[in-house]
Structure formats: structure tokens, C-alpha cells
């Protein structure tokens, strides 16, 4: 089994800072990718940032310039570095990592549980 735990979400002002950890645990025999998608009320998920499959970076625009992804890969552990929050950045933070559990596996997607990011005065 596969987990992937986050931590680091909650409330706080605009032009604030917050971090959020992912780290994965479990039967992993290769991890492919780390990222980090939100969910805000209303909306489909969408892509903060994320390392691809060459370590590359990819950024959503509107975070260009204040987040920062970056990543332990001996702990399995993605991090986003968030500076000057605005309120549009409130949302559900969910961190997905495409890992493969044996050398035979398939590759598969897997999910943290959330956790809630707040931007307000």
C-alpha cells in the first residue's frame, strides 16, 4: 500500500507565507513524479506545480514568481513553498505522486487526503 501524507495547510493573510509537505510512503519501488494540484469551492482541480518524469518543473501562471516546488527524493517528499498568498489562492491543496510499487508494476496515480489552504484578511 501506498500513502501519501500532507501537512502544512491552514489560515493565513494576504501577503502571507505558507509551506506544504507531501511525503510518501509505503510499498514504492520507483517514484516518477511529486506534485501539487487545489481544488478550490466550485472548481475542478487544477495544477499548481509538479516535477515531470525528466525533473523538470511546471508551474500554473498565476503562481509563477511566489511558489516554489522542490522535492527530497531519499524521503519521498514533495514541498511547495507558498509567498504572497492572495485570497484566489484559497483553496484544497492535494499532492499526487505517479509511483511504481514493484519492478513488474504498472505505474499509478495516487492522492494525499488534502489539506486546506486560507487567504483572508
Known amino acids: 500500500q501506498v500513502q501519501l501524507v500532507e501537512s502544512g495547510g491552514g489560515l493565513v493573510q494576504p501577503g502571507g507565507s505558507l509551506r506544504l509537505s507531501c511525503a510518501a510512503s509505503?510499498?514504492?519501488?520507483?517514484?516518477?513524479?511529486m506534485g501539487w494540484y487545489r481544488q478550490a469551492p466550485g472548481k475542478q482541480r487544477e495544477l499548481v506545480a509538479a516535477?515531470?518524469?525528466?525533473?523538470?518543473?511546471n508551474y500554473e501562471d498565476s503562481v509563477k514568481g511566489r511558489f516554489t516546488i522542490s522535492r527530497d527524493n531519499a524521503k519521498n517528499t514533495v514541498y511547495l513553498q507558498m509567498n504572497s498568498l492572495k485570497p484566489e489562492d484559497t483553496a484544497v491543496y492535494y499532492c499526487?505522486?505517479?509511483?511504481?510499487?514493484?519492478?513488474?508494476?504498472?505505474?499509478?496515480?495516487?492522492w494525499g487526503q488534502g489539506t486546506q489552504v486560507t487567504v483572508s484578511p
Open positions: 499526487n505522486a505517479r509511483i511504481k510499487k514493484s519492478w513488474g508494476s504498472r505505474v499509478d496515480d495516487y
Open positions: 509505503g510499498s514504492i519501488f520507483r517514484v516518477y513524479s
Open positions: 516535477f515531470t518524469i525528466d525533473d523538470s518543473t
